[in-house]
């Protein structure tokens, strides 16, 4: 496939998640170094990819570790359980970074040179007073002075900047009604910000590519609870985990984590099934369940190229209408990975595992087998007592699952008075 081919396949295959994420809202925190990073120009053309898709768009930008650097020579940082302690220098600094940040973004999306991806985009950047913080005052007997926690969001405020189709810029700063100004968390301002406004996503872009498993394998997806019970080594890693799960927990549908070192992550995580990072959702991002009329499209794309080889029985989509209850599939974000069939012979006490197709793009990855273990399962609760396989291309992989070689007198009456000779397929049996 040339480059030119393989671009539009891949366009093509972007456009449900253009249609799925058109007038959506995205809060996107833009991690420490994010804004000094060498692909800081490439992002910003991305933002402004998204926002021109029709997505509204939340900025806010962490500060904390540029203060750490215009701190003097001769004062460290101070921070307790992980807090900063802002006293009055800390402060100044904290409202000098935070405008110059402001700034440097604001000119960076305000970019239209002739020839980059800015061009005539016109972006309009707006902000304002819409954090209100308090002081975290007095804990363990340590004051942190300058440093709040957010008391209230100014949801409406945030949603008519978004109305104007102006993207909303924010700053990990919160005021106070007796006009005190607070130095708060970035991430905190992010996560309470989503909430506020009822954000479809939240996105985390700081230096990791995600979270891990303890033997550093990057996790796909996952839901709030195994990512509670992970067990992180990074402080950063944890703060940004806790806020995506509160946040997912107060209903954000759907937190990620990526790395804004990855030339084109955030496009990949939002535009591609399998993204660049980790995501963290309410709900299992790929689960089964049993299919319904409006599967048969997908099932039918999955099972023509196995029919067409001879691996799987011919079905009209006639037949798959009337079996259509029979099937489950397994479903990720919207697409139809794998299906599978269970016909019942309750008379017999035993079922008919069937059709069990995968996406070429997942096979070899264990979705088959997890969706076969959801037909043994749903074969348990009929109280049936086997289930068989007739195939002719992936007996192996039956073995594999437990199943046994078996003969035609042990299928049903029924079944053994249609089975095919001319196909020859070999009949495996499971005891459930």
């Known amino acids: 496939m040339t480059d030119t081919a393989h671009h539009i396949a891949w366009f093509r295959h972007t456009g449900p998640y253009i249609k799925a994420h058109r007038g959506r809202t995205f809060v996107i925190y833009l991690g420490n170094g994010a804004l000094e990073s060498a692909g800081h120009a490439t992002l910003i053309h991305d933002l402004a990819l998204l926002h021109s898709l029709g997505i509204q768009l939340v900025l806010v930008h962490a500060t904390r570790e540029a203060i ?98 102006a993207i909303a810029l924010l700053s990990p700063l919160g005021y106070s009604p007796a006009g005190e100004i607070f130095s708060v968390s970035a991430s905190e301002v992010a996560e309470k910000v989503a909430v506020a406004i009822g954000a479809d996503k939240l996105i985390f872009l700081d230096r990791q590519p995600g979270l891990h498993t303890a033997g550093g394998e990057l996790i796909r997806q996952c839901t709030i609870d195994s990512a509670w019970d992970l067990e992180l080594g990074d402080v950063e890693q944890q703060r940004l985990r806790d806020s995506a799960c509160r946040s997912c927990t107060n209903g954000v549908a759907r937190s990620h984590l990526l790395s804004y070192e990855r030339e084109g992550a955030l496009l990949e995580e939002l535009f591609t099934h399998d993204g660049s990072g980790t995501l963290i959702a309410q709900n299992p991002y790929e689960q089964a369940r049993s299919a319904d009329i409006n599967d048969i499209a997908s099932i039918v794309e999955l099972i023509r190229p196995l029919e067409d080889s001879g691996a799987l029985v011919k079905r009209s989509r006639e037949r798959l209408e009337e079996e259509i209850g029979y099937f489950s599939i397994l479903e990720r974000d919207g697409r139809v990975l794998a299906c599978a069939a269970l016909y019942p012979y309750e008379a017999e006490s035993v079922g008919e595992i069937a059709c069990v197709a995968t996406h070429p793009d997942y096979r070899g990855t264990g979705r088959a087998r997890q969706l076969l273990d959801e037909l043994i399962a749903e074969a348990k609760a009929l109280s049936l007592t086997h289930v068989f396989v007739l195939t002719t ?39 459930v």
């Not at 008391?151 to 900047?161: K, L, M, S, T, Y």
């Not at 078996?406 to 049903?412: C, E, F, G, R």
């Open 393 to 431: 291309q992936s007996t192996h992989w039956f073995l594999e699952q437990g199943f046994e070689a078996a003969s035609l007198d042990d299928l049903p009456v029924e079944k053994q008075q249609l089975y095919n000779w001319q196909r020859n397929a070999a009949v495996l049996r499971r005891t």
């Open 68 to 165: 750490d650097a215009a701190l003097p020579t001769d004062q460290q940082a101070q921070f307790h359980d992980g807090i900063r302690i802002t006293d009055d220098l800390t402060l100044s600094l904290a409202i000098e970074t935070a405008a110059r940040q402001r700034v440097q973004l604001e000119q960076q999306l305000s970019m239209g040179l002739p020839n980059t991806p800015l061009t005539g985009a016109r972006l309009r950047i707006l902000g304002g007073n819409v954090v209100t913080a308090k002081p975290i005052g007095i804990l363990d007997g340590v004051d942190y002075l300058h440093s709040g926690t957010v008391r209230r969001v100014d949801a409406e405020g945030v949603r008519g900047i978004l109305d104007q189709d």
